[in-house]
């Protein structure tokens, strides 16, 4: 069981490139979370996901996009990316999704855009 | 709108101490709060919550939590600090309106670091 996994653990990019960062949950999730992390900032929510086939905004979405490909996995893709998302990324799941579950994360997805 | 604010970036304790972080929270509606952990580079994983069903929530790793309505806090403590404690913390309330859909909005972290 390995839980909440992502890839790639490391990225550089360039200004304007695009990359998918893939997250995949083996715990038969039904929610699903993008954060990105940021000193002082704490975890900031970009996209989630309620269930498959649906994905909704969280307080940062601008500049990503994000795909529920099936059940185990919900991947963050940058189009065109900027220096201001470099970050780290953290990709979450949780049963039912509901106020009260406990969330488990990944270990997260280092991105440097030059 | 729901909110979190962790008072002190960074607290330094000795070992053995006494730990306290600071977690006030702002919400229209009761509650859930949240403790998470992060190791150096690695996730976070959850240390506690608060769910309404006791105003004191017992934790891993020795660590508990008292929610005070009257103060709109959630401050996370540990009677004796271990090194391996040393981490970042989080505090975090989760989406309790109708949407329901268990967003957490963290605060800004805090640093413990324990000195030998």
């Known amino acids: 069981n390995a839980g909440v996994t992502q890839t790639p653990k490391f990225q550089v990019l360039k200004t304007g490139q695009s990359m998918t960062l893939q997250c995949a949950q083996d715990m038969n999730h039904n929610s699903m979370y993008w954060y990105r992390q940021d000193p002082g900032m704490g975890l900031r929510l970009i996209y989630y996901?309620?269930?498959?086939?649906?994905?909704d905004k969280g307080e940062v979405p601008n500049g990503y996009n994000v795909s529920r490909l099936n059940k185990r996995e919900f991947s963050l893709r940058l189009e065109s990316a900027a220096p201001s998302q470099t970050s780290v990324y953290f990709c979450a799941s949780s049963g039912t999704g509901g106020a009260v579950e406990t969330q488990y994360f990944g270990p997260g997805t280092r991105l440097l855009v030059l | 709108a729901q909110s979190v604010t962790q008072l002190g970036s960074h607290v330094s304790v000795s070992e053995g101490a006494l730990v306290l972080l600071r977690c006030n929270y702002s919400s229209s509606v009761p509650p859930y709060l949240f403790w998470y952990v992060q190791y150096p580079n690695q996730g976070l994983q959850l240390l506690l919550k608060y769910t309404s069903a006791a105003t004191l929530v017992k934790g891993i790793n020795g660590f508990e939590a008292e929610f005070k309505k009257s103060e709109t806090s959630f401050h996370l403590t540990k009677p004796s600090a271990h090194m391996s404690d040393a981490a970042e913390y989080f505090c975090a309330v989760s989406d309790a309106g109708s949407s329901n859909t268990g967003k957490l909005i963290f605060g800004q972290g805090t640093t413990l670091q324990v000195k030998p």
């Open positions: 996901s309620a269930s498959e086939g649906t994905t």
